[in-house]
């Protein structure tokens, strides 16, 4: 089967094109970097002729407002319209559980406005939200630093290493579409302040890590469940001290 990894260079997609070539498919990892550009079209119909399914794990250079919504809207737009075109089976895209309870952010407008996109566009899909990757740990505590010290919401997370997020991928790619959402997990629920705590430790710079309800998550405010699941998520196996010992 012919699979094309559009961001199969980043985080996630250079992880999800490994895993989907030592099962036997076909993939083509689709970047600018690999002469596939999504938002001017440079080598999207070449790249996606004969596939079965596409993956959307690209994310945006910039995530200023205006810059993020511009990129989701050119890239998805012509992505869709070339996935249509080639007959693609079965598109699936990652996005961020929670998505449309951060609409305080242009990042995840912009998501939230993929989504809805994808929904409406013709081609069967799978919306696969995760939580927040541990590899994101150090921009979560620079988000909250505050002199010394780093002040967080007191909300709730629910972390998941980047290996288990390209794993549980290559199962959807393997599966038939959902049309709607499928939600991923890390398998520990914890405040936000504890696991950046413990990756400071575990990075040795450890620092006082405070939580606040009224603390801001990236210019905004956080539920305490804002962050997790709101239905039946797949969970991963991988905790935090099992990813930070093999990191």
């Known amino acids: ?5 559009v961001g199969g260079t980043g985080l996630i997609g250079k992880r999800l094109v490994a895993l989907l070539t030592a099962e036997g498919h076909e993939v083509v990892a689709a970047a600018p970097s690999t002469g596939v550009n999504t938002v001017t079209g ?20 910039s995530f200023e407002d205006a810059a993020v919504k511009a990129f989701f809207e050119a890239s998805t737009g012509r992505l869709l319209a070339a996935a249509a075109h080639a007959g693609v089976r079965h598109y699936v895209a990652l996005s961020v559980v929670g998505t449309e309870r951060l609409q305080g952010s242009g990042y995840f407008r912009a998501k939230w406005a993929q989504e809805q996109r994808i929904r409406a566009g013709g081609v069967p899909y799978t919306l ?6 541990f590899e994101f740990m150090d921009g979560i505590a620079q988000s909250g630093m505050q002199g010394e010290d780093i002040l967080l919401p007191s909300a709730r997370m629910q972390p998941i290493a980047a290996d288990d997020v390209a794993a549980m991928l290559a199962v959807v790619v393997d599966s038939t579409p959902e049309e709607g959402i499928v939600e991923i997990a890390g398998p520990e629920v914890r405040p936000m302040a504890t696991f950046v705590a413990d990756h400071l430790r575990a990075c040795g710079a450890p620092r006082e890590v405070r939580a606040a309800a009224d603390a801001l998550y990236f210019g905004m405010s956080l539920d305490d469940d804002t962050l997790l699941p709101t239905g039946v998520a797949r969970i991963a196996a991988t905790d935090y001290a099992a990813w930070s010992l093999r990191r």
């Open 1 to 5: 089967m012919k699979v094309v990894v």
């Open 42 to 61: 440079e080598g999207l119909a070449a790249a996606l002729e004969g596939a079965h399914v596409v993956v959307d794990v690209a994310n945006a250079p």
């Open 128 to 133: 696969v939200r995760a939580t927040q990757f």
